[in-house]
């Protein structure tokens, strides 16, 4: 599925055309020439005027700030038709892409600006009623400014070895790391990508995710440009926008994190959401619930679930025609050109083309993390079922031990969330002088329902170490911009004993 020439060894020459993503992207004016290619706001282009668009924007790059090949960019920006237009601009003028989480406070932001070796910051101010700015010494220049309009036509050659992009994890485990992938990694995934999920030519896509994580940029722009799928990008999550624009752009493709879904399945009847077809979602905390409810109450035709972390991409995926309840109750099979095993400890153990080529600048995080076997270590838990599926248990700093027995807190969750009054559902561990950890549940109810029924309800279902001892009740849960609920944030929140 790679170019032909000196691609990796492990990656088969064939179906894939291109050696890089902009080569990829630009191509997209020829095979699908005046077919919409973006909607955003009163913005709308065809892929023969956004390759345009971004051929100018990489002269503008190569031209008023000198960037070369390799050189890197950081980009803090909401999702829009700029943001595609920077980033691809970048790639088509042989930069590196820095995605920067557009939550973050201005130190967390120039932490990564620096030790990515950004050589500017495209920002986009006003977003958030909030000014971005950029390190002393690094120039931070607004996407609406006219910067991407400025330059000549330009495109410089890449190759598929090349590093594509650098994205920061989380963090939520430590200090964020940069991950680097290369262009062929990349096209080589999110082909695969998009034969899995069944996107087409002629598809529009509304685009939650954000772009500075993979699932909003790979799996949706990349794809998009793979296959000649509508973008519509959406700079913040509203329930209300999205099923107005469903509604009125005959959305067909709507991935996002389990929390869209609860959203939809909340809206008000009388909503049009008929051209809705296929649904991506996929985590460790999916509840098994919840894809019941989708694929029964909402009309999506096909419902992907999968597993992947910014590491190495997609890992697993469902495939079409799998049987409901492997649908419901793991994350698929590998993908092509993946092993997936899980060690004596529950770890889940990855390796393949599309593991990371290691962390920028920090070769000791990148041993620990891929042993001398090429083996990436994902700090997942979880199973394999005989027929090669995978089941995510948990995280391995989220399990928590009641007296001696593992819990974790995903399958907790997926308990509660068939309770018939329960919305949305979060475990965590919490210290308790007997069994010197317990489970605590923070529940958004949609109905109403006490702790003592949900817990007494609970002892009916789970095994008695598993039920929560504490329930806490909030309108909201918070959230990252991915749609993951913040543990680490109710940890903070919760007394200890």
């Known amino acids: 599925m790679s170019a032909p020439g000196s691609g990796p060894a492990n990656v088969p020459v064939g179906e894939m055309k291109w050696r890089s993503i902009p080569e990829m992207a630009l191509s997209a004016a020829e095979r699908f020439g005046d077919a919409e290619a973006v909607v955003d706001g009163p913005v709308r282009l065809t892929f023969r005027q956004l390759a345009d668009r971004i051929r100018v924007a990489a002269g503008a790059y190569a031209q008023h700030l000198g960037i070369g090949k390799g050189d890197r960019v950081a980009l803090w920006a909401p999702n829009s038709v700029d943001w595609i237009v920077a980033a691809f601009g970048l790639t088509a003028a042989g930069g590196v892409l820095v995605p920067v989480n557009t939550r973050f406070k201005d130190a967390e932001a120039h932490d990564i600006v ?23 010494g690094i120039p931070a220049i607004d996407v609406t400014s006219g910067f991407l309009a400025s330059g000549t036509p330009f495109e410089r050659e890449v190759g598929e070895d090349d590093l594509a992009d650098i994205i920061f994890t989380s963090g939520t485990t430590g200090r964020p790391k940069g991950v680097m992938t290369t262009h062929g990694q990349t096209l080589r995934g999110y082909d695969e990508w998009c034969r899995l999920t069944g996107l087409r030519e002629g598809d529009r896509y509304l685009m939650v995710n954000p772009y500075f994580h993979i699932f909003g940029y790979k799996a949706g722009l990349v794809a998009s440009f793979l296959r000649g799928a509508t973008m519509l990008p959406v700079p913040v999550f509203d329930t209300d926008v999205v099923l107005d624009l469903v509604e009125r752009e ?30 991506v979602t996929g985590s460790a905390d999916i509840p098994v619930e919840l894809v019941r409810r989708v694929t029964t109450e909402l009309p999506f035709q096909h419902l992907m679930t999968g597993y992947g972390l910014t590491e190495a991409g997609t890992v697993t995926a469902s495939r079409p025609g799998d049987p409901y309840e492997a649908v419901a109750t793991t994350v698929g099979r590998p993908c092509e050109g993946f092993e997936v095993r899980v060690a004596e400890d529950g770890e889940v153990l990855v390796r393949g083309y599309a593991v990371m080529r290691g962390y920028l600048d920090d070769p000791a995080a990148t041993a620990g993390t891929i042993d001398p076997d090429g083996w990436l270590h994902t700090g997942d838990l979880g199973e394999l079922d005989p027929e090669g599926r995978l089941r995510i ?32 559902a979060a475990v965590i561990g919490v210290p308790d002088d007997r069994m010197g950890q317990v489970g605590k549940a ?56």
């Open 442 to 497: 923070f529940v958004v109810a949609r109905a109403q329902v006490t702790a003592e029924d949900l817990i007494a309800w609970s002892r009916e279902r789970m095994a008695g170490f598993k039920v929560p001892r504490h329930i806490e009740f909030r309108k909201t849960l918070p959230l990252g911009a991915t749609g993951k609920v913040l543990k680490d944030q109710l940890m903070e929140e919760s007394p200890r004993s």
């Open 393 to 424: 248990v948990g995280r391995k700093k989220d399990m928590f031990i009641v007296g001696g027995f593992n819990a974790y807190p995903a399958e907790i969750e997926g308990f509660l969330l068939e309770h018939p009054a329960v919305a949305q």
């Open 250 to 279: 005959r959305i067909t493709v709507l991935p996002g994190p389990p929390t869209l879904y609860h959203s939809l399945l909340a809206a008000p009847p009388g909503r049009d959401l008929s051209t809705l077809r296929v649904a």
């Open 114 to 136: 620096r030790r990515s070796g950004a050589k500017a910051v495209l920002v986009h101010n006003g977003f958030l009623d909030r000014e971005f700015t950029a390190p002393d």
